[in-house]
């Protein structure tokens, strides 16, 4: 029985799994390496919102930042401490949309 059919397809099949598992988003010290080849190297810290946040927006002292967040979860605001980056206060809407 001639096994090359096989192999060669098994060979394939390897081959392109490889491939498609060396595009996917991975992190990186420091970082992501994206599938398209990028690197994103976040600063910061993330602050948890309930979903997408649409805005952010400086408060006039600067000691607060406001966020703005709708999408599939409930809509809302989120007020967060500049200094130590932490969330302060959340405030529901029944419907936020981009500014």
């Not at 090359?4 to 060396?22: E, K, Q």
């Not at 010290?29 to 997408?52: C, M, Q, S, Y």
């Not at 930042?65 to 959340?90: C, F, L, M, W």
């Amino acid at each position: 029985m001639n096994h090359r059919p096989v192999l060669f397809s098994i060979g394939v099949l390897l081959t392109c799994n490889s491939v498609m598992l060396a595009q996917l988003p991975h992190a990186t010290p420091g970082g992501f390496d994206l599938a398209n080849g990028w690197r994103i190297t976040p600063v910061g810290k993330a602050v948890g919102t309930e979903d997408t946040v649409l805005k952010l927006v400086a408060a006039p002292d600067d000691r607060a930042v406001i966020a703005s967040h709708s999408g599939y979860n409930p809509h809302g605001i989120v007020v967060i401490d500049a200094k130590t980056q932490e969330t302060i206060q959340r405030i529901t809407a029944k419907h936020c949309t981009f500014p």
